[in-house]
């Protein structure tokens, strides 16, 4: 069973920064692909950035030339660097990793951005 686990979540002034990390229990090099979700209040989910095996990124238009998507895969972790955020940046993010149709995720860490 595939384990992810967010960290990093907090309140922050509209701004400011905040990194996201995301911890696999097992060799990420085993997903085609890991990133983050994110689920506004009163919002559908929303694919904010991925990163597939090979370190190829891509984002949601919203956050390009703010976020930064990166794997460690000795440590197996993903990160989310998140700067110059803006209010509704607010939300709760979740990792997930992808293989061949299976899909994980995590429990979620909140991000507030304050005005």
């Known amino acids: 069973q595939v384990r992810l686990v967010e960290s990093g979540g907090g309140l922050v002034q509209a701004g400011g920064s905040l990194r996201l990390s995301c911890a696999a229990s097992?060799?990420?090099?085993?997903?085609?692909?890991m990133g983050w979700y994110r689920r506004a209040p009163g919002k559908q989910r929303e694919l904010v950035a991925t990163?597939?095996?090979?370190?190829?990124?891509n984002y949601v238009d919203s956050v390009k030339g703010r976020f930064t998507i990166s794997r460690d895969n000795a440590k197996r972790m993903v990160y989310l660097q998140m700067n110059s955020l803006k209010p509704e940046d607010t939300g709760t993010y979740f990792c997930?990793?992808?293989?061949?149709?299976?899909?994980?995720w995590g429990q979620g860490t909140q991000v507030t951005v304050s005005s």
């Open positions: 997930y990793a992808e293989t061949y149709g299976y899909e994980w």
């Open positions: 990163i597939t095996r090979a370190s190829s990124t």
């Open positions: 097992e060799i990420i090099d085993n997903f085609n692909a």
